[in-house]
């Protein structure tokens, strides 16, 4: 049974690593998702209404009363209208949604992520930076503020000018994050900010009992912010990282490998740019070797003909490195 239930784990976490990936949440809302240096992200604001257990997030509407007094998680839609922005941009919460001390313990990201923190933030822009002062521009520390590096919130931001406000200087958004600009809700409930003007995002690294660190894209400004001074009750929007990492080395050996087709009939083939013999082994759900296979470096064609419809789970291994990816047979 443990045989069993680490292969459906290790499928399940190959879904959100090796093809173009999705991650849903309690509520049904589907995202895509990306790898930036070592992290998995999603490609999406989060736009649940419940916490990952099925519970319910306060829902204050346009009572901003409520939303101003509410120390125990909120959400809302920008300017109360889920019509045009729940989609587009995701929903805005309070930090108190955020913090599993205020929210009663629950996690507002889907099953396997979670809320990043200041220092995880902080991986993420130095995985977009390319400069030679990435460490001076973003430390690992509890101090630095204000816009920070050059061109890194560039790189993060959705380009053109259709949903942020011109200049929207540098945004090349060549890491692929689509920063978007869902602005905020005011901790009095108000929306101050205008569409198209910031994006901003909870981490879930509080700095004193008022205010909690976030970070913010501007439509006039190529870098990041990165502040501590936004009270907890304001409306951010959330990008949720996934728990399990990207090592740098999977990536590398992974991009030597190709299989195709994927779905596969009959055969399978599997191109091998390694310096060395691979050996593959293919697993069904139940845990149940079926194939094994000694791959030359170059192309390899592979028989599946035994096989029965379903999925497999592929494990390449050599000296360059191991690979791991699922495939549907049909």
Same mark, same amino acid.
């Given at each position: 049974?443990?045989?069993?239930?680490?292969?459906?784990?290790?499928?399940?976490?190959?879904?959100? /690593?090796?093809?173009?990936?999705?991650? #849903?949440?309690i509520q049904g809302n589907v995202y895509?998702?990306?790898?930036?240096?070592?992290?998995?992200?999603?490609?999406?604001?989060?736009?649940?209404?419940?916490?990952?257990?099925?519970?319910?997030?306060?829902?204050?509407?346009?009572?901003?009363?409520?939303? *101003?007094?509410?120390?125990?998680?909120?959400?809302?839609? +920008?300017?109360?209208?889920?019509?045009?922005?729940?989609?587009?941009?995701?929903? +805005?919460?309070?930090?108190?949604?955020?913090?599993?001390?205020?929210?009663? $313990?629950?996690?507002?990201?889907? *099953?396997?992520?979670?809320?990043?923190?200041?220092?995880?933030?902080?991986?993420? %822009? &130095?995985?977009?930076?390319?400069?030679?002062?990435?460490?001076?521009?973003?430390?690992?520390?509890?101090?630095?503020? @204000?816009? &920070?590096?050059?061109? %890194?919130?560039?790189?993060?931001?959705?380009?053109?000018?259709?949903?942020? =406000?011109?200049?929207?200087?540098?945004?090349?958004?060549?890491? $692929?994050?689509?920063?978007?600009?869902?602005?905020? &809700?005011?901790?009095?409930? +108000?929306?101050?900010?205008?569409? @198209?003007?910031?994006?901003?995002?909870?981490?879930?690294?509080?700095?004193?009992?008022?205010?909690?660190?976030? /970070?913010?894209?501007?439509?006039?400004?190529?870098?990041?912010?990165?502040?501590?001074?936004?009270?907890?009750?304001?409306?951010f929007s959330i990008r949720c990282v996934?728990?399990? $990492?990207?090592?740098?080395? %999977?990536?590398?050996?992974?991009?030597?490998?190709?299989?195709?087709?994927?779905?596969?009939?009959? &055969?399978?083939?599997?191109?091998?740019?390694?310096?060395?013999?691979?050996?593959?082994? +293919?697993?069904?759900?139940?845990?149940?070797?079926?194939?094994?296979?000694?791959?030359? #470096?170059?192309? =390899?064609?592979?028989?599946?003909?035994?096989?029965?419809?379903?999925?497999?789970?592929?494990?390449?291994?050599?000296?360059?490195?191991?690979?791991?990816?699922?495939?549907?047979?049909?």
């Amino acid at each position: 049974m443990k045989k069993i239930l680490l292969l459906f784990i290790g499928l399940t976490l190959l879904s959100f /690593r090796n093809e173009a990936q999705t991650v #849903t949440d309690i509520q049904g809302n589907v995202y895509n998702t990306l790898a930036i240096g070592t992290q998995l992200w999603m490609k999406e604001n989060l736009r649940t209404g419940k916490y990952n257990d099925g519970t319910p997030i306060s829902y204050p509407g346009t009572n901003n009363t409520v939303w *101003q007094n509410n120390m125990n998680g909120a959400y809302c839609w +920008l300017n109360n209208d889920s019509a045009t922005y729940s989609v587009l941009f995701g929903a +805005l919460y309070n930090w108190y949604a955020v913090s599993s001390t205020t929210n009663g $313990g629950k996690n507002i990201c889907p *099953q396997n992520w979670h809320v990043p923190t200041h220092d995880e933030w902080t991986t993420l %822009e &130095r995985a977009v930076c390319t400069s030679s002062t990435c460490a001076t521009d973003f430390p690992y520390d509890m101090i630095t503020a @204000g816009y &920070r590096g050059t061109d %890194e919130g560039g790189k993060m931001k959705e380009t053109g000018m259709s949903l942020w =406000n011109s200049p929207n200087l540098g945004a090349t958004n060549s890491s $692929g994050f689509g920063g978007l600009p869902a602005c905020k &809700r005011d901790d009095n409930g +108000l929306y101050n900010s205008a569409p @198209g003007t910031f994006g901003f995002w909870w981490t879930s690294t509080d700095f004193d009992p008022t205010y909690a660190f976030n /970070r913010a894209l501007n439509y006039n400004n190529a870098g990041i912010s990165r502040a501590h001074g936004w009270p907890k009750a304001i409306g951010f929007s959330i990008r949720c990282v996934c728990d399990f $990492g990207v090592k740098v080395d %999977e990536i590398q050996f992974e991009n030597k490998i190709q299989v195709y087709p994927n779905p596969a009939n009959n &055969r399978v083939s599997i191109d091998c740019n390694l310096t060395h013999k691979a050996d593959l082994q +293919l697993y069904n759900v139940i845990g149940n070797l079926v194939i094994q296979y000694t791959l030359n #470096t170059g192309k =390899n064609d592979v028989d599946i003909s035994s096989l029965s419809k379903g999925m497999y789970l592929i494990r390449i291994s050599s000296a360059d490195g191991e690979f791991q990816k699922k495939l549907i047979v049909e």
